[in-house]
């Protein structure tokens, strides 16, 4: 369904109505919410890689944008195979690892802007090497990348308290060394340590997500990145979610609406149940009545799309989402406005 938006011709192309900032971080909110042991070490770890990107000497041949996002989304493969599955990474199987970060190669090599740096995965297990990384810069992002996970890892394990003896233990020494360095200067007081242990920031990663530009291509990229990442948790849910947005062009259309109402309601129509990626999957996609119980649980992802959309994105597409709910059962979205 999702190719009918882009096989249409341009005079009746409905139009996505947010920027490449507001879709990245409505990804970011959306990649906790799927798998929340994966989201956080995805979440975390891009925020290590964005403070030491920036912190980068002049010279470097890779650019924080691509950093950031290889980070934030390095374990896709992973979610595509495990879902909303409690995932322990050091209990998996090299086999299972190694299929993972293959499939997200290939993924975000196709659906996402990295293009040819996705490869940076397949590099997930190697040792640096300076002169081969100055050939191959995807070896280089993933000295950066494994290095901010390796980070993440040990910043949870140690809550913080961390000791230069501590570094040893998780394998910094196959990395390049220059991030490990810049990180320790820019910890020195743990300010990064301090505001992953509280869960902290966020605001940070939105700012992040504020500095860098992308192209219209790119930012179209990032938009059905968006919806494809959905499919990781319930393909039915990417489905309805789909199938409301045509209903919603269409309807328009057939009404002589003009192009500006049809672009809010395609947007409206994409966001609209986007907290649904938070219901367990047994009640998700429960093919029965749902019990008392589940039907509040299903209720539910109306707090959880608020939580999502909340502060990203515009007021009139919430308010369009809002009226959606009155007519559909009743359900309210508060406080979001």
């Given at each position: 369904?999702?190719?009918?938006?882009?096989?249409?011709?341009?005079?009746?192309?409905?139009?996505?109505?947010?920027?490449?900032?507001?879709?990245?971080?409505?990804?970011?909110?959306?990649?906790?919410q799927?798998?929340?042991?994966?989201?956080?070490?995805?979440?975390?770890?891009?925020?290590?890689?964005?403070?030491?990107?920036?912190?980068?000497?002049?010279?470097?041949?890779?650019?924080?944008?691509?950093?950031?996002?290889?980070?934030?989304?390095?374990?896709?493969?992973?979610?595509?195979?495990?879902?909303?599955?409690?995932?322990?990474?050091?209990?998996?199987?090299?086999?299972?690892?190694?299929?993972?970060?293959?499939?997200?190669y290939?993924?975000?090599?196709e659906?996402?802007?990295?293009?040819?740096?996705?490869?940076?995965?397949l590099?997930?297990?190697?040792?640096?090497?300076?002169?081969?990384?100055?050939?191959?810069?995807?070896?280089?992002y993933?000295?950066?990348?494994?290095?901010?996970?390796?980070?993440?890892?040990l910043?949870?394990?140690?809550k913080?308290?961390y000791?230069s003896?501590?570094?040893q233990?998780?394998?910094?020494?196959?990395?390049?060394?220059?991030?490990?360095?810049?990180?320790?200067?820019l910890?020195?007081?743990?300010?990064?340590?301090?505001?992953?242990?509280?869960?902290?920031y966020?605001?940070?990663?939105?700012?992040?997500?504020?500095?860098?530009?992308?192209?219209?291509?790119?930012?179209?990229?990032?938009?059905?990145?968006?919806?494809?990442?959905?499919?990781?948790?319930?393909?039915?849910?990417?489905?309805?979610?789909?199938?409301?947005?045509?209903?919603?062009?269409?309807?328009?259309?057939?009404?002589?609406?003009?192009q500006?109402?049809?672009?809010?309601?395609?947007?409206?129509?994409?966001?609209?149940?986007?907290?649904?990626?938070?219901?367990?999957n047994m009640?998700?996609e429960?093919?029965?009545?749902?019990?008392?119980?589940?039907?509040?649980v299903m209720?539910?992802?109306?707090?959880?799309?608020?939580?999502?959309l909340?502060?990203?994105?515009?007021?009139?597409?919430?308010?369009?989402?809002i009226?959606?709910?009155?007519?559909?059962?009743?359900?309210?979205?508060?406080?979001?406005?």
């Amino acid at each position: 369904m999702i190719k009918y938006f882009y096989n249409m011709k341009e005079e009746v192309y409905p139009k996505f109505l947010l920027n490449s900032a507001q879709i990245l971080k409505l990804i970011f909110r959306m990649v906790r919410q799927i798998n929340q042991s994966l989201g956080k070490i995805s979440c975390e770890t891009a925020f290590v890689a964005a403070s030491i990107a920036k912190s980068l000497p002049a010279g470097k041949k890779i650019t924080p944008k691509d950093a950031v996002l290889l980070s934030l989304f390095h374990l896709f493969g992973f979610l595509h195979f495990f879902g909303e599955k409690p995932v322990r990474l050091s209990e998996l199987t090299q086999e299972e690892i190694y299929h993972s970060f293959l499939y997200g190669y290939y993924y975000l090599k196709e659906m996402s802007p990295l293009g040819e740096n996705a490869k940076t995965l397949l590099f997930y297990d190697k040792k640096y090497d300076e002169s081969l990384a100055a050939k191959i810069p995807q070896l280089e992002y993933a000295s950066l990348v494994f290095t901010a996970s390796s980070i993440q890892a040990l910043l949870d394990a140690t809550k913080g308290n961390y000791f230069s003896a501590d570094f040893q233990k998780y394998g910094f020494s196959k990395f390049n060394q220059l991030y490990l360095l810049i990180f320790r200067k820019l910890d020195i007081d743990k300010l990064i340590s301090k505001k992953i242990i509280y869960d902290s920031y966020q605001q940070d990663m939105d700012n992040f997500f504020d500095s860098i530009e992308f192209s219209a291509a790119e930012t179209e990229q990032l938009f059905k990145l968006m919806i494809y990442l959905i499919d990781f948790k319930s393909t039915q849910t990417v489905q309805h979610i789909i199938h409301t947005a045509s209903y919603a062009v269409s309807i328009a259309k057939l009404k002589g609406l003009p192009q500006t109402d049809v672009n809010e309601l395609f947007t409206a129509g994409i966001l609209h149940d986007l907290g649904k990626i938070s219901i367990p999957n047994m009640i998700l996609e429960s093919p029965g009545k749902l019990s008392a119980f589940e039907y509040r649980v299903m209720k539910m992802h109306v707090e959880e799309t608020e939580s999502i959309l909340k502060n990203v994105v515009p007021e009139k597409i919430i308010r369009i989402i809002i009226s959606l709910r009155f007519r559909h059962g009743g359900e309210k979205i508060t406080n979001l406005c």
